[in-house]
């Protein structure tokens, strides 16, 4: 079946320093969305990429979509205490399909 | 909107009781489903519907039912607790309009200790 890695499990930065989270699909993907999820809370929707290629920036945050469209990226830059939380990549085989594949998240920690 | 809504927020249960985790959305959307989350697994997706009467299995459906009799509910029962099933329940809606793969929206989650 799909299988969506995400690389690393575990990341500890120290405030003001940039972080990175990787995600990888065994097969193509239609889409790929990324989600927050903070300490003790739920899921929470962050961007949506669907173009080979695309890039997409929200503030800090830079989520990049691959050219084969089988891999992403979503990187932070200037940690702040606030982007605390597990971050996860969830990719779709489109049409025909009615299920997202979540990888397992990255957990972010940030050191005041 | 209350959004998706799940109850309860925690529950403790016996091995081999039964109990159902209530969800609903106001958002009217079609697609509807429950994840597990368990330390270092991830979300994993036990059961969907993409409408009204129409529901199927996820990657982990074992030990768990579902029905879909209204586009706002869509309950998860535990037949028989067994200690593997103690985890975190989210249940999630989308529109639908790309299958399951649009956004979804989750709910607050349920966490169930089964001892």
């Known amino acids: 079946g799909q299988q969506v890695m995400q690389i690393p499990q575990y990341q500890h930065v120290q405030e003001g320093e940039d972080f990175t989270t990787y995600c990888n699909s065994s097969?193509?993907?239609?889409?790929i969305q990324w989600y927050k999820q903070r300490p003790g809370g739920h899921p929470v929707f962050l961007i949506q990429?669907?173009?080979?290629?695309e890039v997409k920036k929200q503030k800090r945050l830079t989520f990049q979509f691959g050219e084969a469209k089988k891999n992403s990226s979503l990187h932070i830059t200037a940690t702040q205490t606030t982007d605390v939380g597990t971050y996860f990549c969830?990719?779709?085989?489109?049409?025909?399909?009615?299920?997202?594949?979540f990888g397992k998240g990255t957990k972010l920690s940030v050191i005041p | 909107n209350a959004g998706v809504t799940q109850t309860p927020k925690f529950q403790v249960l016996k091995t081999g009781q039964s109990m159902t985790l209530q969800c609903a959305q106001d958002?009217?959307?079609?697609?509807m489903s429950w994840y597990r989350q368990d330390p270092g697994m991830g979300l994993r997706l036990i059961h969907y519907?993409?409408?009204?009467?129409?529901?199927d299995q996820g990657e982990v459906p074992n030990g768990y039912n579902v029905s879909r009799s209204t586009t706002e509910d869509f309950p998860l029962r535990l037949l028989s607790a067994a200690p593997s099933q103690t985890s975190v329940y989210f249940c999630?809606?989308?529109?639908?309009?790309?299958?399951?793969?649009?956004?979804?929206?989750f709910g607050p989650g349920t966490r169930l200790t089964v001892l």
């Open positions: 990429l669907v173009k080979s290629g």
């Open positions: 958002m009217n959307h079609e697609y």
């Open positions: 969830a990719g779709g085989l489109g049409a025909g399909s009615y299920q997202l594949t």
């Open positions: 519907s993409v409408g009204a009467g129409i529901t």
């Open positions: 999630a809606s989308s529109l639908g309009t790309s299958g399951g793969t649009d956004t979804q929206y």
């Open positions: 097969t193509t993907l239609s889409n």
